[in-house]
């Protein structure tokens, strides 16, 4: 297959503040070795993947490259014993879509060590539906539920809840049986968040304070944050005591302006969640969960779906901050 063809989205820098996106033909050839060539049926559009395609250093270091962090497909070659032509497979996180060809292609070539199987009675579209976004949304209520965090006990509070991460993690939580307080800076999505099962919107204004007060009145007795910044740190000081934060994003700012105060007056604990390095086996705990008994019947008002030529436009939705709920891309 070596002089096989394919279409894939390419970003190109012109300059240091000016990158294309545009769809070319490709070369199996060109792609990277790894132990296995996998054919992209599915892919999904993830926050990163958008860093990735405006040219942001901190996700892609050289250019041209191909993003895309999430790709379910199929194995056209194997050199792994764990898998062989044919199989379904997941690929997601590692260096897919950051430094290595990614899921914006219609083939990639990794490691078996970045793959999973996709669980059995799980579509491939279904699988992006989730995604990164989902696996990441579903390892923050995961963590929470451990804690433990039990239904009944209180309101748990997500933000951005409209965004990948937060639109799933406010389904999951209400399917779990949880109280979802889900904030938007978004007026028009209430409906979209109410079908989700959030027992109440809030507003970005309403979980942001910037008082400088070091504690503020107990609210939440968990929270799942996608954002960062001051509004992280507003959830962390009205979280009530005993409580936990997850935090897994930095799109409003990477910086915490907090004091100690939450975590040794009030016993708050902060819990990161990663995506890119966890463990496989963790990945496939997790991915089981969400094909099983965490799995969601309304994930197609979660999506929209487009093919490549369409993407650049929902990348420019997304770093813009309009994009609601998930994107996903047809290869096929």
């Given at each position: 297959m070596q002089n096989t063809s394919y279409n894939a989205l390419v970003v190109t820098e012109i300059d240091a503040k000016t990158y294309t996106q545009e769809v070319q033909e490709k070369n199996i050839a060109e792609l990277p070795d790894g132990d296995l060539l996998i054919r992209v049926h599915f892919s999904s559009l993830n926050y990163k993947d958008a860093l990735s395609a405006s040219g942001?250093?901190?996700?892609?270091?050289?250019?041209?490259?191909?993003?895309?962090?999430?790709?379910?497909?199929?194995?056209?070659?194997?050199?792994?014993?764990?898998?062989?032509?044919?199989?379904?497979v997941i690929a997601s996180g590692f260096d897919i879509g950051m430094n290595t060809s990614g899921g914006f292609g219609q083939y990639i070539r990794i490691p078996a060590a970045w793959a999973l199987h996709c669980p059995k009675g799980f579509s491939l579209r279904e699988s992006m539906i989730y995604g990164t976004a989902g696996f990441t949304a579903a390892q923050s209520v995961k963590r929470l539920t451990d804690f433990p965090l039990v239904p009944g006990q209180g309101k748990i509070l997500v933000t951005g809840a409209t965004g990948g991460v937060g639109s799933i993690a406010t389904a999951l939580l209400a399917l779990l049986g949880y109280q979802v307080s889900a904030m938007s800076g978004k007026p028009e999505a209430q409906e979209f968040l109410t079908r989700l099962g959030a027992a109440e919107i809030i507003a970005r204004q309403e979980a942001t304070d910037t008082s400088g007060k070091l504690l503020l009145k107990e609210k939440w007795v968990g929270v799942v944050d996608t954002v960062g910044g001051e509004i992280l740190a507003t959830a962390i000081k009205s979280t009530c005591y005993g409580g936990a934060v997850t935090c897994c994003g930095n799109v409003a700012s990477g910086d915490l302006p907090l004091s100690v105060y939450p975590f040794i007056l009030r016993g708050v604990s902060l819990l990161g969640i990663d995506s890119a390095k966890c463990p496989i086996h963790i990945r496939e705990k997790i991915w089981q969960k969400l094909a099983g008994d965490w799995r969601l019947e309304n994930l197609d008002s979660l999506v929209t779906e487009c093919n490549l030529p369409e993407l650049p436009g929902f990348i420019e939705r997304m770093l813009q901050g309009r994009q609601t709920g998930r994107v996903i891309v047809n290869l096929l």
């Open positions: 942001n250093r901190g996700v892609t270091r050289r250019y041209p490259h191909v993003p895309g962090i999430d790709a379910a497909g199929v194995v056209e070659e194997s050199s792994s014993s764990g898998f062989k032509p044919g199989d379904r």
